[in-house]
């Protein structure tokens, strides 16, 4: 599906460019208020959003438009992301936005929608959003006499704290354990290192300076580097690190070694599988996670039930067939027994509490399952369908049957640049290096 304004991830772009603009922002308000319009009570919107610079621009043009369609704005203010999606269900709002690029630099901004019950908007409600977009909705906006206003709202991240608090049964708290923390100089700056503080741990911060620009600057889930060497340099017994609107995790055990959003899921689901607590038979994961994940899964009884690249269709998966463990390998993990979209805070939480139980080092808790070799690369394209041409199909049929039962392939155009994404994994690792570098030859060959 071709869309002009959406991607996978809502709208995304760089900031004050293209499709990032304050008008395109203010347009984005004024269709969603229009589209979210049920009967005669006045309706509201809850608006939260990272620490870049952009965000001011981009907020008050989201003001303008909701307003002009006769929404009441809530303005919640840096917060997460799965701050906001709850946020929408406590306060009773028939909209929620946040104004993040997630783990892109702070360039870059986005526009995340979330519907009355706090899960991302479908395909549907996205496109039906896109058309009144560039449609005259002049006479479709409020009266004068109708106008929204718009009030900030004091509080809110304290309800998150309290809302991630009470994801850890009572009787379980993380005295003794010494916890970095690295929140990217993002959205969690404040409430991620609050919510470690009040459970007891001794918390170490990273990223929490935030000034607009160095949100993600070599910090954060896609820059573990750092909290790596700030574990080892105070001797902590895990570290944790978030992106820029907190709905991402990665972990780095006492020894420094990365751990992954499958590794998390596979340690998640077999504590919540020994406490009869995991529901849908298995996980929920995107066609990225490793084979390695899936053959551990096998090992326990369970299964693993693959998406498409996107958190919001690991959700849906999850909702229509009584999932309760999802996400990707980036390290978006989707609890719904606390949540609707991935939360990097509460999935930290569900991690620490594992450590804690077993009262052994995190890198003897963490490695559920060794990882089949795996590789990925970009290659980019400036217009066409690369994809489609008849010499590149040739290609990758040829490289998954050189593969066989013994590995997969994934190849998929990227929802937020023009890049195709080349994935490969086997048991032999100089075949899937070999498959994916001549994939890659023949497709920048074709774009």
């Not at 809502?10 to 460019?17: E, F, M, P, S």
Request: charged content about 25%; glycine content about 12%.
């Amino acid at each position: 599906m071709n869309r002009k304004y959406f991607g996978t991830d809502g709208i995304r772009g760089r900031a004050n460019r293209g499709k990032m603009t304050a008008e395109v922002a203010m347009k984005v308000g004024m269709a969603a208020g229009v589209a979210f319009k049920r009967g005669g009570h006045k309706h509201r919107v809850v608006i939260g959003k990272d620490t870049r610079l952009s965000g001011y621009m981009l907020e008050n043009a989201l003001v303008a438009g909701f307003c002009a369609a006769g929404v009441d704005v809530f303005l919640l203010g840096p917060i997460p992301t799965p701050a906001v999606a709850m946020l929408v269900r406590s306060m009773r709002a028939d909209i929620g936005v946040m104004l993040s690029a997630s783990h892109n630099p702070y360039f870059d901004n986005g526009i995340k929608l979330f519907g009355p019950d706090g899960f991302k908007l479908s395909d549907e409600i996205e496109a039906k959003i896109e058309a009144l977009m560039d449609e005259d909705l002049s006479r479709r906006l409020a009266d004068c006499d109708a106008i929204g206003k718009a009030k900030r709202v004091d509080g809110v991240q304290d309800r998150y704290i309290e809302h991630a608090k009470r994801s850890l049964p009572r009787s379980l708290d993380l005295n003794g354990l010494r916890v970095a923390i690295d929140c990217a100089n993002g959205a969690a700056y404040r409430v991620a290192p609050a919510v470690l503080w009040e459970l007891g741990a001794d918390v170490v911060s990273l990223g929490v300076e935030p000034d607009g620009r160095n949100i993600n600057d070599e910090c954060g889930s896609t820059s573990p580097g750092s909290l790596a060497r700030k574990v080892h340099e105070v001797r902590a017994d895990i570290g944790i690190a978030l992106d820029g609107d907190a709905d991402r995790i990665v972990v780095v055990d006492e020894k420094g070694r990365e751990i992954d959003g499958d590794q998390i899921m596979a340690l998640i689901a077999e504590s919540w599988l020994k406490a009869d607590r995991l529901t849908g038979g298995g996980v929920v994961a995107t066609v990225m996670s490793n084979l390695g994940f899936e053959r551990h899964l096998n090992g326990l009884g369970l299964t693993l039930a693959r998406t498409k690249v996107g958190d919001r269709y690991v959700v849906e998966h999850m909702r229509a067939h009584g999932f309760n463990v999802g996400g990707e390998q980036s390290g978006h993990v989707v609890l719904t027994d606390y949540g609707t979209t991935g939360d990097g805070l509460i999935t930290a939480l569900q991690v620490l509490a594992c450590v804690q139980r077993a009262q052994k080092p995190a890198s003897e808790v963490l490695g559920r399952f060794e990882p089949v070799p795996q590789l990925l690369r970009n290659v980019r394209y400036s217009s066409g369908t690369p994809l489609e041409e008849d010499d590149v199909k040739a290609a990758i049929e040829s490289a998954r049957a050189r593969l066989g039962e013994n590995g997969r392939i994934v190849i998929r155009p990227s929802g937020t640049e023009p890049l195709i994404r080349v994935m490969a994994e086997g048991d032999d690792t100089h075949l899937v290096t070999t498959v994916v570098d001549e994939l890659v030859e023949i497709i920048d060959h074709a774009a």
